[in-house]
């Protein structure tokens, strides 16, 4: 064996770890940006029940507003018209609520999906990485076994094909 084989063999298996490293880097970073979409759902979510108790607070304010005004000018805070502008404003604020709410689980939501999806696609460059790692192994094993084999003519592994074709008007014609 000589010195170019051990060397072949060598940079074959240096090369196969370091493309299974780089898988594994790979798949670290997509774990990464995972995290990362989980963090971005969730601050999405806080900032989706921040916006909801905003929405409480200006009805409170809205509510006390109107009583204060009506109170002050000697009129029932609780019965006409004072009473259905607080009941219509309820109504929208409870409105405004949901859909704060709903902001945010849908937020989380695309976050959680987002950080599957990122996990998953890490795991498959993983696998792929290491069976491309292996595939090239194999062939530069394949490569140094044929390096190996001695240049016999008549070795199964190196004979020629030769197909011989017999033409009665030019003779005898051989390919190969």
Known sequence: MSIWTVISVASSVVGTLASMQQAQAVKAYYDAQARQAELQGRIKKVEAQENAALVLRRLNQTIATNIARSAAGNVSPFTGSVSLLNNVSTQYAISDYNLAKETGTLGLEMGLQEADMLRQAGETKRKYGYISALADAGTTAYNIRQNL?????????????????KNPAIGTIIDG
């Open 149 to 165: 084999v001695p240049k016999n003519p008549t070795s199964p592994i190196n004979a020629t094909r030769s197909t011989t074709y």
